[in-house]
């Protein structure tokens, strides 16, 4: 074997080395491999009802000459109140049964849930009024009442809607009506 | 870079899911609200009931047998007329209304009393055509009722009670 031959096979197998070092590092940089957990739950779609035939009507007032204001409490029959010179009419043909409105919403057993009421406009002809919707619990503020509760350990929760009508000293007689939309999210 | 078909399809699929997923996290649903305002049931008095002054004189009258005495009596004063009310209410709906046959009125300072019997334009039962509706109360007095007809003012209160029927 002459110093030539000897030369040829060190650089071929120190080409090859450096090839095949070459080949180990790229198939170690390129691609990665790592693990992590995967979970998942299903739970019940979330669902809000107004009970059938439920409204939330003040019923009948008469005139007043001052700010008044008539209140039904958010409860399954409902008590209502007033302030300002109105009266509130409980008999005869003018007068009509005092509600609060009624819904119920169902999902997941026990869940955290917020429902959200806006504040509902009141309309007879060219005149409205201002009615402040009010749950059991929560609080109004900026034109949104607001009310943090968990539904049942069935899943379920009755959700009775009372709230304040508003009069102001210039009001007018009619017939006025308006539509309360009750909103329920997941937290 | 090119989106496969493949994988555009996965992107929109995803987009659907979270949105329905959204959908079952939340739920609305609407009732309806009413109020209603009437005008207030009231009376108003336009102008109160003045019954005349009476003048009164011992009349004797000669008969067969013998001199009998008695009372004479006539109206001596004008600017009297009936009550006349405002009733104020809900046009179209219908009010009752009570007004006494009788009250009494009673002298300024004593206790002499006469009778007032009633007589009005529209008793029991009306229907409000308009907001406001005008009813007159007139009266009589029997000076017979009276006890000795002793001189003097008499006053009493007449109470008309207007409700919605």
Known sequence: MNLRNILLGAISVAAVAAMADSAAAQSTGTSATATAPAAAKIIQP?????????????????????????????????????????????????????????????????????????????????????????????????????????????????????????????????????????????? | MRITKAALSICVG???????????????????????????????IVSPLLLPAVSTATVATAGTSGIATGTSARAVSSGVGNATLTIHGQSGDAVSMAVPETFRVVRDGGTEALTVKTNTSADGGALMNGDTMSVNVGGNVNLASGDGLVPGPYNGLLVVVVQYN
């Open chain 1, 46 to 187: 979330l669902t809000m009802t107004a009970v059938s035939n439920t409204a939330l009507n003040f019923g009948t007032v008469t005139l007043g000459t001052t700010a008044s204001t008539v209140t039904l409490t958010a409860a399954s029959t409902t008590t209502r109140g007033k302030t300002g010179d109105i009266v509130l009419v409980t008999s005869g043909a003018q007068s009509s049964a005092p509600s609060a409105a009624q819904f119920t919403a169902a999902g997941e057993p026990s869940a955290a849930i917020t429902v959200t009421a806006a504040d509902v406009t009141l309309t007879s002809g060219s005149n409205h009024l201002t009615v402040n919707p009010a749950f059991a619990g929560g609080s109004n503020a900026s034109g949104t009442t607001t009310y943090v509760t968990a539904l049942d350990n069935t899943g379920s929760l009755a959700l009775p809607v009372g709230g304040t009508l508003n009069l102001p000293a210039n009001m007018v007689a009619g017939a006025y009506s308006g539509t309360l939309s009750v909103t329920v999210t997941y937290n």
């Open chain 2, 14 to 44: 995803a987009a659907a899911l979270a949105f329905c997923a959204q959908a079952y996290a939340s739920s609305k649903a609407d009732a309806p609200v009413a109020a209603r305002i009437i005008e207030r049931a009231g009376i108003d």
